[in-house]
């Protein structure tokens, strides 16, 4: 089972993560969007990181919905609504159980992608956060490894893609060629639950 702490192991791994590679992100921006998407990251995870240590909740969906409510105050880009939508959403799913299962986490990530899906209007294939949230939640179910194998196949898989939502997609065919730096980011999320499952 999985208590508040796995959950604040996985927010901070995050962050950490988000922060190394900060750099790469916002490279992949500057190629298809506005140079920011590393710094939106970092900022935004930075201050989920520090809310948790403030404010302490304590059980599984008091840290997520506090940390999707930190990203939309923190993030002015696209990623921060639609990110915080994600938590939020998989936040509210678990109630005030003390612990879920890895199945509720997989349901809970699956009513959060969808909520993302609704906010965003974009589908599988379009070129976002979408193309490596969807197979990692596909492949929860075969554990933590193969849902952080999965998003980074899924991120990578963006590459030929034309976007179809968000900044990208103003460059229409200009956009073919370039990593999505959302999904890109999403891997990331995604390799954060590996991460906090050891510890
Ligand atoms: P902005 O584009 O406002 O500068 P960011 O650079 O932080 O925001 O985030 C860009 C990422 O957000 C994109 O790479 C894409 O993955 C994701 N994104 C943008 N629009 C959408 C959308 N409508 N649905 C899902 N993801 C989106
Ligand atoms: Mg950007
Ligand atoms: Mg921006």
New binding site residues.
């Given amino acids: 089972m999985l208590d508040a702490d796995f959950f604040r192991r996985w927010m901070t791994a995050t962050a950490t993560s988000m922060n190394r590679e900060a750099e790469r992100l916002t490279a992949l921006?500057s190629a298809i969007?506005?140079a920011?998407?590393g710094s939106?990251?970092q900022r935004g995870f930075s201050a989920v990181r520090a809310a948790l240590e403030e404010e302490a909740p304590d059980t599984p969906g008091a840290v997520l919905t506090l940390a999707g409510r930190r990203l939309i105050s923190t993030?002015g880009?696209?990623?921060?609504p639609?990110y915080g939508t994600l938590l939020r959403r998989a936040g509210k799913a678990f109630g005030d159980a003390a612990e879920v299962s890895e199945k509720q986490l997989a349901e809970a990530l699956r009513a959060g992608v969808d909520g993302?899906m609704a906010l965003?209007?974009?589908a599988p294939g379009d070129k976002?956060?979408?193309d490596a949230l969807v197979p990692a939640v596909d492949a929860l179910g075969d554990g933590f490894a193969a849902a952080r194998a999965a998003a980074e196949e899924g991120a990578v898989a963006t590459t030929p893609l034309q976007a179809r939502?968000?900044?990208?997609s103003y460059l229409g065919e200009r956009s073919i060629g370039h990593q999505?730096?959302?999904?890109t980011s999403s891997a990331l999320l995604i390799a954060g639950l590996a991460e906090a499952a050891t510890g």
Avoid: C, F
């Fill in positions: 921006d969007g506005d920011d998407h939106n990251m993030v880009g696209a990623s921060g639609l993302v965003g209007g974009a976002t956060m979408i939502k968000g900044r990208a999505d730096p959302g999904a």
